[in-house]
Structure formats: structure tokens, C-alpha cells
């Protein structure tokens, strides 16, 4: 006879070996559904009882004893037990431990399949509410720099290299549009995540007359899984959250590897606060962006996370497997560096110093007003591709010159095209170029300002 504990076990002739129980066991990392399992017992409970299937008196036990059990887990006194698997069954061998029979008929038209499911869904919606709270917090970090900087004139560079003026407010605001598009992913993944799976039992369906749309009501769901099959088995909500993950993580990355970038003297844009950087234990003089850079390479395990689970996905014949269990691990760690990558860099963004002086500097040496010299060429008759070749000549002579445009004499300049008047040098400035480009989604100071402030608004 087996003396296995397993609650499935009288079926079976001998016991597991001890590496395979600690193979298949999900205790050591499901144990973090446990609040959401209770949750979702407590509903199925209730609805079996509105249904007749159990007593109004199991019930009572029921709700006693999973309340009791739920304080001794928030305690840190409860006693998870690698031989009972799971989550699932841990609490459910306390729960019969507590008040004998009812604690047994608490599965009843249930099955761990359709209970993990839900389980995973009560979790992930939890978090993707966090996750949207600290969305805004980078946002609202973003929006006030820009607000505050709507005027402070910077390179925006493309290939890498200086190509027109940008206000820093215009900057912050791309990622704060970025975060705008991962909070409608995020939000629709949540919509998708929101449907109960519960009355799925193991694949089927069940037999007991159960009231499905009471358990969802309870739960806070949207409505049920309309199939048993696809809803004990499919995880695409885990995987498309793990996709908006990715994006979240891809843009957090773009602007942690701009933010190293500025911070390096070559470029001296910016500087970020002590507390998220470190020094070198052999350098004495290095001060080591640190945190956008971890921001940088977390970004590949979640990446990596996204690529697990479809993997995992992929062969699964209909309907529950094993494999299944495998979803958890990447589906937390993907949560839990999201919201500590997101919680770091909204506090890091509203510690971001600016080095105005360094920007105007780099803007000069690199020719940012060009493109304004040709479009005044044009504006006075010139086709666009004749004013491009005259005012890449003239770039070349204030080249040897060791000048910027402005830098240029009129007579220099009137020598690569005699349209060129006095007024010129109002176009070559950095402020006046800027100033120009005054159309929504432009880089005028004045629309970023009040795109900043629409965004403040949009954020109360
Ligand atoms: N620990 C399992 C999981 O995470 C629970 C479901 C187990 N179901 C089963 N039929 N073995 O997927």
C-alpha cells in the first residue's frame, strides 16, 4: 500500500521518489497565488451553496476555516508542505485539517485545472492595476520635466548624429506618448484576462447545477470563458501581458541607454542624482549609471520570459497539461522587474538634472540650423534640392572656419546663393529654428508646453 499524502493518491500503488516530487511540485514558487486561491474559493463555495450543492453549514465552516487560514499565510505562520504539490492542495488539506468534512466538499464541480486558471487571472489582474498606477507615475515624471524644460533647446539626433533642434520637453513627451500606447496594451490585455474560468472544472465542464455568472459577479470579472477546453488551457492573456511587458521594458531600455549616453562627459546633457549611480572599486574618479544601465539589460529577461511562454504554448494539445505549471515563474518575474523598473524610473526621471549650456554647445558644432538655412531658400524660390547643395557648402566653410552658420559673414554666405538677405541670421538661430516648427507634434516650445500640460490634465 502506498503511504503517499497526496490527495489524489488512492488510485496509485507506490509513491512518488522524492526527485520527482520535488520535480513536479509548484509550491516553491505557486504559493504566491495563495491569496487569489482563496478568493476563488470562497466564491465557488458560496455560489455551491446559493446552488444547493452544499449545506448553508459546510459553507459557514468553509468561509471560517479559509479566513483562518488566510490570516495564519499573511502571518507568515502557515506551513507549506512540498508533499502536497501545490498551492491548491496545501490549502485545501489545511482547510479539511480545520473543519473536517466541509473542507472535502469545497472541490465539488471544481478541478485544479479551471482553479489555477482562475487563480492566475485574479493575480495578473491585480498586478496589471499596479502596473497601469505606475505607468502614469513615469508619465506624470515626464510631463512635469517637460513642462518645466518646454524651452531648453537640445540636439535631436537621428543615425546618432546632430540633426535639428529639439526643446527637452519634446523629448520627454515621445516616451510619455510610448507609455500612452503601453497603457492602452496594458488595458486591453486586462479586458482579456478578465473572464472566469471557474465551472470549467478539469476540461468538461461539470454535472452539478452551477451558476457560473454568480462566480464572475463575485470575483469582479467581466463575464466567463465561453468554452471549458480553451479556458482550463490556453494562457494567451499571460503571454500577450508578457508582450506589453517587452514593449514597456524595450521603451524603458531606449530611454535608460539615452540617458548612459547623456550622462557621459562627451555629451554632459544631464546628470543623474548619486543614489542611482555607484562608483568603481578601482577607478576613483567614475561615477556609473548603474540603474538605466540594469534598466538596459533587464529588459532581455523579460524578452526572454515573452519567448518562454510561447514556447511553452506552442505543441500543447487541447486541453490542460502539465506544461502548464510552467507558466508561473516567467509570468512573475516579468511582473515583479516590470514594477520595480517602473517604480525606479519614475523616481529617477524626476531626478534628472539638465546641462542646458552643453546642449546649446553640442547644438553648435553640429550644424542643427542647416535644414532651416535650405527651407529659407526655398520659401524664397530656390527648389529644395539646389538650396540642400548650397547649404552644404556653406556648412563645409564654416567647417574650416571652426564656426557655426550664424558665424558666417553675409558676404560668405551670400556667396553660396545671392538670395540670401540680413534676415537670415534670425533663421540660423537655435531658438528662432525651434520657434518655427509650431504645429502639433511640432517642436516649438510653445506647443510642447501646452502638450505638457495637456498631459498633466489628462493624468488628474
Ligand atoms: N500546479 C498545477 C499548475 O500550476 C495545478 C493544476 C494541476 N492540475 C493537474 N491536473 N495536475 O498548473
Same mark, same amino acid.
Given at each position: 500500500m502506498?503511504?503517499?499524502?497526496?490527495?489524489?493518491?488512492?488510485?496509485?500503488?507506490?509513491?512518488?521518489?522524492?526527485?520527482?516530487?520535488?520535480?513536479?511540485?509548484?509550491?516553491?514558487?505557486?504559493?504566491?497565488?495563495?491569496?487569489?486561491?482563496?478568493?476563488?474559493?470562497?466564491?465557488?463555495?458560496?455560489?455551491?451553496?446559493?446552488?444547493?450543492?452544499?449545506?448553508?453549514?459546510?459553507?459557514?465552516?468553509?468561509?471560517?476555516?479559509?479566513?483562518?487560514?488566510?490570516?495564519?499565510?499573511?502571518?507568515?505562520h502557515?506551513?507549506?508542505?512540498?508533499?502536497l504539490?501545490?498551492?491548491?492542495?496545501?490549502?485545501?488539506?489545511?482547510?479539511?485539517? #480545520?473543519?473536517?468534512? *466541509?473542507?472535502?466538499?469545497?472541490?465539488t /464541480?471544481?478541478?485544479? $485545472?479551471?482553479?489555477? @486558471?482562475?487563480?492566475? &487571472?485574479?493575480?495578473?489582474?491585480y498586478?496589471?492595476?499596479?502596473?497601469?498606477?505606475?505607468?502614469?507615475d513615469?508619465?506624470?515624471?515626464?510631463?512635469?520635466?517637460?513642462e518645466?524644460?518646454?524651452?531648453?533647446?537640445?540636439?535631436?539626433?537621428?543615425?546618432?548624429?546632430?540633426?535639428?533642434?529639439?526643446?527637452?520637453?519634446?523629448?520627454?513627451l515621445?516616451?510619455?506618448?510610448?507609455?500612452?500606447?503601453?497603457?492602452?496594451?496594458?488595458?486591453?490585455?486586462?479586458?482579456?484576462?478578465?473572464?472566469?474560468?471557474?465551472?470549467?472544472?478539469?476540461?468538461?465542464?461539470?454535472?452539478?447545477?452551477?451558476? #457560473?455568472?454568480?462566480? *464572475?459577479?463575485?470575483?469582479?470579472?467581466? /463575464?466567463?470563458?465561453? $468554452?471549458?477546453?480553451? @479556458?482550463?488551457?490556453? &494562457?494567451?492573456?499571460?503571454?500577450?501581458?508578457?508582450?506589453?511587458?517587452?514593449?514597456?521594458?524595450?521603451?524603458?531600455?531606449?530611454?535608460?541607454?539615452?540617458?548612459?549616453?547623456?550622462?557621459?562627459?562627451?555629451?554632459?546633457?544631464?546628470?543623474?542624482?548619486?543614489?542611482?549611480?555607484?562608483?568603481?572599486?578601482i577607478?576613483?574618479?567614475?561615477?556609473?549609471?548603474?540603474?538605466?544601465?540594469?534598466?538596459?539589460?533587464?529588459?532581455?529577461?523579460?524578452?526572454?520570459?515573452?519567448?518562454?511562454?510561447?514556447?511553452?504554448?506552442?505543441?500543447?494539445?487541447?486541453?490542460?497539461?502539465?506544461?502548464?505549471?510552467?507558466?508561473?515563474?516567467?509570468?512573475?518575474?516579468?511582473?515583479?522587474?516590470?514594477?520595480?523598473?517602473?517604480?525606479?524610473s519614475?523616481?529617477?526621471?524626476?531626478?534628472?538634472?539638465?546641462?542646458?549650456?552643453?546642449?546649446?554647445?553640442?547644438?553648435?558644432?553640429?550644424?542643427?540650423?542647416?535644414?532651416?538655412?535650405?527651407?529659407?531658400?526655398?520659401?524664397?524660390?530656390?527648389?529644395f534640392?539646389?538650396?540642400?547643395?548650397?547649404?552644404?557648402?556653406?556648412?563645409?566653410?564654416?567647417?574650416?572656419?571652426?564656426?557655426?552658420?550664424?558665424?558666417?559673414?553675409?558676404?560668405?554666405?551670400?556667396s553660396?546663393?545671392?538670395?540670401?538677405?540680413?534676415?537670415?541670421?534670425?533663421?540660423?538661430?537655435?531658438?528662432?529654428?525651434?520657434?518655427?516648427?509650431?504645429?502639433?507634434?511640432?517642436?516649438?516650445?510653445?506647443?510642447?508646453?501646452?502638450?505638457?500640460?495637456?498631459?498633466?490634465?489628462?493624468?488628474?
Amino acid at each position: 500500500m502506498s503511504s503517499s499524502p497526496q490527495l489524489w493518491s488512492g488510485r496509485f500503488s507506490e509513491p512518488v521518489s522524492a526527485r520527482v516530487q520535488r520535480y513536479t511540485a509548484s509550491i516553491g514558487f505557486d504559493y504566491r497565488l495563495a491569496e487569489f486561491d482563496i478568493q476563488g474559493s470562497l466564491a465557488h463555495a458560496r455560489m455551491l451553496a446559493h446552488c444547493g450543492i452544499i449545506s448553508a453549514v459546510d459553507l459557514a465552516d468553509i468561509e471560517t476555516g479559509l479566513q483562518a487560514i488566510l490570516q495564519d499565510i499573511r502571518a507568515g505562520h502557515f506551513e507549506w508542505k512540498l508533499e502536497l504539490e501545490d498551492v491548491h492542495l496545501n490549502i485545501e488539506k489545511a482547510l479539511t485539517e #480545520r473543519v473536517g468534512d *466541509a473542507g472535502k466538499r469545497l472541490h465539488t /464541480g471544481r478541478s485544479r $485545472n479551471d482553479q489555477v @486558471a482562475t487563480d492566475i &487571472r485574479l493575480w495578473l489582474r491585480y498586478h496589471i492595476d499596479m502596473i497601469l498606477a505606475a505607468l502614469r507615475d513615469n508619465q506624470r515624471a515626464l510631463a512635469t520635466l517637460a513642462e518645466q524644460h518646454a524651452d531648453v533647446l537640445m540636439p535631436g539626433h537621428t543615425h546618432l548624429q546632430v540633426a535639428q533642434p529639439v526643446s527637452f520637453g519634446h523629448h520627454m513627451l515621445a516616451y510619455y506618448e510610448m507609455l500612452a500606447r503601453d497603457i492602452e496594451r496594458m488595458t486591453d490585455c486586462r479586458r482579456r484576462t478578465n473572464r472566469l474560468p471557474l465551472g470549467s472544472a478539469a476540461l468538461a465542464g461539470t454535472s452539478y447545477p452551477i451558476d #457560473r455568472d454568480m462566480v *464572475a459577479r463575485e470575483l469582479g470579472f467581466d /463575464g466567463i470563458c465561453a $468554452n471549458s477546453l480553451d @479556458a482550463v488551457s490556453d &494562457r494567451d492573456f499571460a503571454i500577450e501581458f508578457c508582450a506589453a511587458a517587452s514593449l514597456i521594458m524595450t521603451h524603458l531600455s531606449r530611454f535608460a541607454e539615452e540617458l548612459i549616453l547623456w550622462m557621459n562627459p562627451r555629451f554632459g546633457f544631464i546628470d543623474l542624482p548619486d543614489r542611482f549611480c555607484t562608483g568603481s572599486s578601482i577607478m576613483p574618479q567614475k561615477k556609473n549609471p548603474d540603474v538605466p544601465e540594469l534598466m538596459r539589460g533587464k529588459t532581455g529577461r523579460v524578452n526572454g520570459h515573452l519567448v518562454s511562454l510561447l514556447t511553452l504554448m506552442k505543441s500543447q494539445p487541447l486541453a490542460y497539461n502539465k506544461d502548464n505549471q510552467e507558466d508561473k515563474e516567467p509570468l512573475f518575474d516579468t511582473v515583479d522587474t516590470l514594477l520595480d523598473t517602473l517604480t525606479i524610473s519614475a523616481e529617477m526621471i524626476a531626478g534628472i538634472q539638465l546641462r542646458p549650456q552643453a546642449m546649446l554647445d553640442a547644438l553648435r558644432d553640429g550644424y542643427a540650423t542647416a535644414t532651416d538655412l535650405a527651407d529659407y531658400l526655398v520659401k524664397k524660390g530656390l527648389p529644395f534640392r539646389d538650396a540642400h547643395e548650397a547649404v552644404a557648402r556653406a556648412v563645409r566653410l564654416a567647417e574650416t572656419r571652426g564656426c557655426d552658420l550664424a558665424g558666417l559673414t553675409l558676404d560668405e554666405l551670400q556667396s553660396f546663393s545671392d538670395l540670401i538677405e540680413t534676415d537670415v541670421y534670425g533663421v540660423l538661430s537655435l531658438a528662432g529654428s525651434a520657434a518655427s516648427r509650431n504645429h502639433p507634434g511640432g517642436t516649438a516650445p510653445a506647443q510642447v508646453l501646452a502638450a505638457a500640460q495637456r498631459a498633466k490634465r489628462m493624468l488628474d
